[in-house]
């Protein structure tokens, strides 16, 4: 399944890009970091209309880097990844980065950074059903 957003802004802005794989894990965690977000973000919406800092708090309740690492040692532990999508969240977490973790252990941090690379990977890929899928195991266990 084909991603409608991807495949817009690659037809409004003309750019293909390049092969997911070619990215740095430090840019697949940047675009996985919105995707993320966004997808969080419309499901709690979706729950119910209710004022802005309620969905705010209903939504950092996922996206915080703790439930994030929460969420991917759940992928790995119930081996719910592919090969490739191991190898993917393995260079995200690997990766150093320039940012430090703000409210989470650094493993934490790591392990959420490792998981946005992951998103990122597939939604470049235009792969958003497994998104979709990793996205709900995910958001299943926080």
Same mark, same amino acid.
């Given at each position: 399944?084909? *991603? +409608? ?17 070619? #990215? *740095? ?6 675009? =996985?970091?919105?995707? /993320?977000?966004?997808?969080?973000? $419309? ?16 939504? %950092?309740? #996922?996206?915080?880097?703790? *439930?994030?690492?929460? =969420?991917?040692? #759940? ?6 990844? $592919?090969?490739?999508?191991? *190898? ?10 320039? $940012? ?5 252990? %650094? =493993?934490? /941090?790591?392990?959420?950074? =490792? ?5 990122? /990977? ?5 792969? @958003?059903?497994? !998104?979709? +899928?990793?996205?709900?195991?995910? @958001?299943? !266990?926080?």
């Amino acid at each position: 399944m084909k *991603s +409608d957003l991807l495949y817009s802004v690659k037809e409004r802005f003309a750019n293909e890009g390049a092969d997911p794989g070619q #990215y *740095s894990p430090l840019s697949l965690a940047f675009i =996985g970091d919105s995707i /993320y977000g966004a997808i969080v973000k $419309t499901a709690v919406v979706l729950e119910g209309n209710c004022p802005a800092n309620t969905l705010d708090r209903k939504a %950092v309740r #996922y996206i915080k880097a703790v *439930s994030q690492a929460k =969420g991917a040692d #759940y992928l790995i532990d119930n081996d719910l990844l $592919t090969d490739e999508e191991m *190898s993917v969240y393995r260079r995200g977490r690997n990766t150093k980065s320039a $940012t430090a973790a703000k409210n989470a252990p %650094v =493993g934490d /941090y790591r392990k959420a950074t =490792g998981l946005e690379a992951l998103i990122g /990977y597939l939604y470049l890929k235009g792969d @958003m059903q497994r !998104v979709m +899928d990793i996205m709900e195991a995910v @958001m299943s !266990v926080v």
